[in-house]
């Protein structure tokens, strides 16, 4: 086994199969991925419905599908792979520390390092869940694992907290397998996961959704035995007179997914408090030089096909990095939130980029806006230099919005740009 | 019905399992048992793991009296046990005149208990020791003998070793009723049988009061749980600056909620004291957080809401028991006692706070009752105090870490991400002298699924390890014992299916 390599990614989800798959094309020699699990495809390995690949095949797939098409490619690339491996350390020098049964302790050095570790699920104890502890009480991607992967059902009778996307893909997934998903319950006014999976997972299975509505308590000493649901105030208070016991077995997480970067902060990586995904430039490079990040690591996405995009775009960079040991300097300019915006990743935009090619800002309303929207990218003069319309905006989906190489002297001036989101007047 | 007995220690919590494990050094047969599918799953699986110094006790107090000489067994039992033990000193911090008047008291408290090297320390000298403290706090008690423990871990190993020293455990085994010819105590029926004995040490925690009701002993003695609720921040997101603890000033409720270091690397932050009306009520609830979170807040204002891992909660077996000297005007006191009444009963009750501390020091007393009660106690030639630790992969070197894996290619697979918990450390658990056949009893061992995601990556890998290594279907795996499975049947029957199929064919 090699020592060194010129682009090391970490994680084989669709961000690290895309940034593996660019780099090889861009000129890196040895490209290696190494992954924790005993397959490739991260978590699309265990999401087995479709809609997968809209985006960029034009096609509806299910994930391992999506995810075999990129593990092919790598493979016809000539990237390398470590599985079953676990990366323990990075440094900011760019040398990984891993382990695995075979090869037991590894340490390699790599010119560049691509981040792609994905994003965990908050669990009960992230959302202050009041109640006794027993079994039965799963975030959803954990159910999704038992249910897809292992071949087993974690309940027969549940409730899902949240309507967060994972949370209504298994609602109808576990519907299908014969066990009564008897409420989504979601805190929030609004639904924080897309549209078509309501329709499809809850609506055409006759799932019952609730909103401003939670959890209350978890009852029960050794297994779930029942939950109690309480409706909540838009500052979150219980509303007296709510509250309905309903018996179940299970209790099922979906309130939402956090970029996990513990390896990140170990190699030096700053962190946005609000993504909680490292600061990247437009080419998804890290406050470290050499480092850089892709997918669900650097911000939860809503579709994989931007999540493999934006691994295009880190793996470029990452082969870029590895062959001149430095990517060209350039004058960057920072990219913030403005009205109506929980955040805009990249959080920098380097002025040059827009000569060749287009710069992908995706960005979060923080309140929804049910009628049309103007999305713009403003100077600090308030002058617009891109702008696009919606027909709406909502939190649980992601705003996309271009800046094309018309832009590039509009940008060459700014000092900072602000992205914002307001009603169309 | 068996051989009897020399003793039969009822509750395999920290108590039971000190005295198990000190009267294991004699010539004893001893059986310990517990209701419960694990040790250590009362009293002692939710507590603030502080080893206290000793200075909160009444003087005169048999919590005094254990607390004093417990803290000072600590440093070699745990060498012995093979277990974290961190002598790190406490502070009790004073940010008013009154709260100073009690900083004095509890000086005197201290002095009285023969407790060394305790200062008070101005607020400046404390803030530089934790430049995270409250910007206000005028004062502080420094107790350098006080330190943090791992309560698990401790009620484990010494369950383990008195195992090792041939004394029988048995789990899963509920106290029913007492044996008795006339005032003597003969044996002791359970869930699993009856069983002779010469001796019962009542050390049923929560149930102490029931249990020694049943041998007719202490009729007004009463236990009500009182609740303690706890919160535990990521370790890669909050620590304080030194490994320590940080009480308030004390109050009639208790020692008041903390925030300290725990020897995993995280802070921790609790208990509130709230009586329930069950003992087995270790629910966490939204007024108890908001409770001990702005307790928390105003010993360390930097702690963060976001950087909440876990909620727990568990339950003091707080009794009613006035101090055997009478001068001394004081109501909820360990129990340690032959009772007058009733031959071959040792009884503990009440056993709260220091109770974890105070345990190794109740085991002892244990045997000076025994052997007053004309108890000839013979040491063993062969008894062996220590209790090798197994190997914990995330406190190796990164040379040893490569030599284990070359020794054992299990240890080369991470099962927890968050708290670097290998497959060889899990198997060695199922197969360790008290073997762990839960969810449960593995994450207390291995500390896995304790981290940032809750056993949310581990969960199902821990599942097949179990499933493979106890020889049973991934559905009979549970969490904490029958009625906890976590899985309930396969999707989708096909192997039926086919089989009708070749039926039809």
């Known amino acids: ?425 | 019905m068996t051989n009897p007995y020399d003793v039969i220690i009822i509750g395999a919590g920290i108590a039971g399992g000190m005295v198990a494990r000190f009267l294991s050094k004699y010539e004893l047969d001893i059986l310990l048992i517990d209701k419960e599918v694990d040790v250590g799953m009362g009293t002692s699986s939710g507590n603030s793991a502080a080893i206290h110094a000793g200075y909160d006790a009444l003087p005169g107090t048999n919590k005094a009296l254990t607390n004093v000489i417990g803290v000072d067994m600590w440093p070699r039992l745990s060498q012995e046990l093979g277990i974290q033990y961190e002598r790190c000193g406490d502070y009790v911090v004073a940010v008013d005149k009154e709260d100073m008047l009690v900083l004095e008291e509890l000086l005197e408290r201290g002095a009285h208990n023969e407790v060394p090297n305790l200062e008070i320390i101005s607020g400046e000298a404390m803030r530089r020791r934790e430049p995270l403290l409250r910007p206000d706090a005028i004062g502080a008690l420094w107790a350098p003998t006080g330190g943090i423990g791992d309560p698990f871990a401790a009620t484990i190993a010494a369950a383990e070793n008195a195992v090792m020293n041939g004394v029988d455990l048995k789990l899963d085994t509920a106290f029913k009723d007492f044996i008795m010819e006339g005032d003597r105590i003969t044996g002791v029926r359970t869930s699993q049988g009856d069983f002779n004995c010469r001796w019962a040490v009542n050390a049923a925690g929560l149930y102490a009061d029931e249990v020694m009701h049943k041998a007719g002993v202490r009729p007004e003695f009463n236990i009500r749980p009182r609740r303690g609720e706890y919160l535990i921040l990521d370790k890669a997101d909050f620590q304080l600056t030194n490994t320590t603890i940080l009480f308030p000033t004390p109050s009639e409720k208790g020692k008041g909620i903390l925030v300290a270091s725990t020897l995993h690397g995280n802070v921790i932050v609790g208990p509130n004291a709230n009586f329930v009306d069950s003992k087995e009520n270790r629910d966490v609830s939204k007024e108890g957080i908001e409770e001990i979170w702005s307790g928390g807040k105003k010993l360390v204002p930097a702690i963060n809401r976001k950087h909440i891992i876990a909620e727990f909660a568990g339950l003091r077996a707080t009794g009613n028991a006035p101090t055997p000297n009478p001068e001394i005007d004081y109501n909820q006191d360990f129990i340690i006692e032959i009772p007058d009444k009733v031959h071959g009963l040792v009884n503990l009750g009440g056993i709260e706070s220091p109770g974890f501390t105070a345990a190794p020091a109740i085991a002892i007393k244990v045997i000076e009752l025994l052997e007053s009660a004309g108890e000839v106690l013979t040491e063993k030639m062969d008894w062996n105090p220590v209790r090798p630790p197994r190997p914990v992969f995330r406190h190796l070197s990164r040379e040893e870490q490569a030599a284990l894996i070359a020794k054992d290619p299990a240890y080369g697979r991470i099962v927890c991400r968050c708290e670097t918990v290998t497959e060889g450390e899990i198997r060695a658990e199922v197969h360790a002298p008290i073997p762990a056949d839960t969810y449960d009893a593995i994450k207390r061992r291995t500390w896995l699924g304790t981290g940032r995601c809750q056993g949310g990556f581990d969960m199902p890998r821990v599942v097949s390890i179990l499933a493979e290594e106890l020889g049973i279907p991934e559905e009979e795996v549970t969490k904490k014992g029958k009625g906890s499975e976590l899985l309930f049947r396969r999707t989708k029957d096909v192997e039926e299916d086919y089989l009708n199929m070749e039926d039809l064919l």
């Open chain 1, 1 to 425: 086994m090699k020592h060194t390599y010129d682009v090391i990614v970490i994680g084989s989800g669709p961000g690290g199969l895309a940034a593996a798959i660019a780099a090889k094309e861009n000129g890196a020699g040895d490209v290696l991925i190494i992954e924790r699990d005993i397959e490739l495809g991260g978590i699309l390995v265990q999401c087995i419905h479709n809609g997968f690949g809209l985006e960029i095949f034009d096609e509806d797939m299910p994930g391992p599908t999506y995810a075999q098409h990129f593990i092919e490619k790598a493979r016809g690339t000539g990237v390398d792979t470590l599985m079953d491996t676990m990366v323990l350390d990075i440094t900011p020098d760019r040398t990984v520390y891993a382990i695995n049964k075979s090869q037991g302790y590894i340490q390699l050095v790599a010119r560049a390092i691509v981040l792609a570790m994905g994003c965990r699920e908050r669990t009960r104890a992230q959302i202050l869940l009041p109640g006794s502890r027993p079994a039965g009480v799963y975030t959803a991607g954990t159910a999704q694992r038992f249910v897809n992967v292992e071949g087993r059902m974690p309940g027969e009778q549940f409730v899902i907290l949240g309507s967060g996307d994972i949370g209504m893909i298994m609602a109808r997934r576990l519907t299908i397998e014969g066990a009564k998903v008897k409420r989504v319950l979601e805190i929030m006014p609004y639904l924080t996961g897309l549209t078509r999976n309501y329709v499809q997972c809850l609506l055409d299975y006759g799932i019952t959704l609730q909103k401003q509505r939670t959890v209350n308590r978890i009852i029960g000493r050794d297994r779930v035995e029942a939950i109690e649901a309480v409706s909540v105030d838009e500052s979150w208070n219980p509303i007296p007179g709510t509250k309905e016991v309903i018996p179940c077995d299970s209790l099922l997480l979906s309130v939402g997914l956090i970029p996990e970067n513990e390896l990140s902060k170990k190699a030096g990586v700053l962190l946005d408090p609000v993504t909680n995904g490292p600061y990247v430039d437009d080419r998804f490079m890290t406050n470290v030089p050499g480092i850089f990040a892709a997918g669900n690591v650097v911000h939860v996405y809503d579709l994989v096909d931007w999540v493999t995009e934006a691994g295009y775009v880190a793996g470029k960079g990452a082969a870029q990095f590895a062959q001149a040991e430095a990517i060209p300097e350039g004058k960057q300019v920072a990219l913030e939130a403005g009205e109506n915006v929980r955040y805009v990743v990249p959080h920098k935009l380097t002025k040059a980029s827009l000569a060749e090619e287009l710069v992908r800002l995706q960005m979060r309303a923080v309140t929804p806006i049910e009628e049309r929207v103007l999305v713009t990218v403003e100077d600090q003069d308030g002058e617009v230099i891109a702008k696009k319309g919606e027909p709406y905006a909502r939190p649980g989906e992601i705003i996309s919005l271009t800046i094309k190489p018309k832009s590039f002297e509009a940008v060459q001036k700014a000092v900072k740009l602000t992205v914002n989101v307001r009603k169309r007047k």
